[in-house]
């Protein structure tokens, strides 16, 4: 699976648009980038996931390049609540019942969202 | 619509006990998955089970742990003999059989081993 590479940190202003950037330059064909958060000492959430379009969800949008070789999560009225650490994770999808299941989190991005 | 649940949420046990960690699935999903994070540390793999099989375990030491998904029942994660290095929190995550990755977290159970 590709590796990604995230800022360790960011800050972002109450009310305004966060954009975390992520780089997986070695992604392949067949790997999706997903998203997840962990707000402090709670459970991480999923957030949203794509493969080459562009997706939208409730929570956020997902910005994939044309290369696939970046991505960027919009958060686009961040709130003091969405202040966490961020994680995108890149896995191979196979069809059907075929894949492993196993998350891989790396160091992720610790956003602060500030008043 | 309940989400996953894990029981306890916090659990202290002295060296040498055992620690036994429940997990229920959200309604519809067939799939469980444990995942430890260390204080300070990141979150780790442990365990893929589904009913009654467990599929991957490549991230469960070798020794004391265990973890099962009855054909009824919540998955259990076992810990015999604990030692200090085992205090962490245990996340549990459930997904469906078709979105492995989309998967939805505990709470968590926060291990103490004194």
């Known amino acids: 699976d590709a590796k990604t590479t995230q800022p360790p940190s960011m800050d972002c202003a109450e009310g305004r648009a966060a954009n975390l950037p992520c780089n997986h330059s070695t992604i392949s064909g067949n790997e999706y980038v997903y998203w997840y958060r962990q707000i402090h000492s709670q459970g991480p959430q999923y957030i949203i996931h794509g493969l080459k379009n562009n997706e939208t969800n409730e929570m956020a949008s997902l910005i994939i390049t044309e290369d696939r070789k970046s991505s960027t999560l919009i958060l686009p009225h961040a709130t003091l609540r969405d202040t966490a650490v961020y994680y995108c994770i890149v896995r191979v999808v196979l069809r059907g019942s075929s894949n492993t299941g196993k998350l891989i989190f790396g160091q992720g991005t610790t956003l602060q969202v500030k008043p | 619509n309940a989400g996953v649940m894990q029981n306890p949420r916090h659990l202290v046990r002295r060296r040498g006990q055992e620690a036994r960690l429940r997990c229920s699935p959200m309604k519809g999903h067939s799939h469980v998955y444990w995942y430890r994070q260390l204080p300070e540390e990141g979150l780790k793999f442990m365990v893929y089970?589904?009913?009654?099989?467990?599929?991957?375990e490549s991230g469960m030491p070798k020794e004391r742990f265990s973890a099962e998904f009855p054909k009824e029942g919540p998955s259990i994660l076992r810990i015999q003999q604990v030692v200090r290095g085992d205090s962490a929190a245990y996340f549990c995550a459930s997904s469906t059989r078709t979105a492995a990755y989309e998967q939805y977290f505990g709470p968590g159970t926060r291990l103490t081993v004194t």
């Open positions: 089970l589904q009913k009654e099989n467990i599929i991957d």
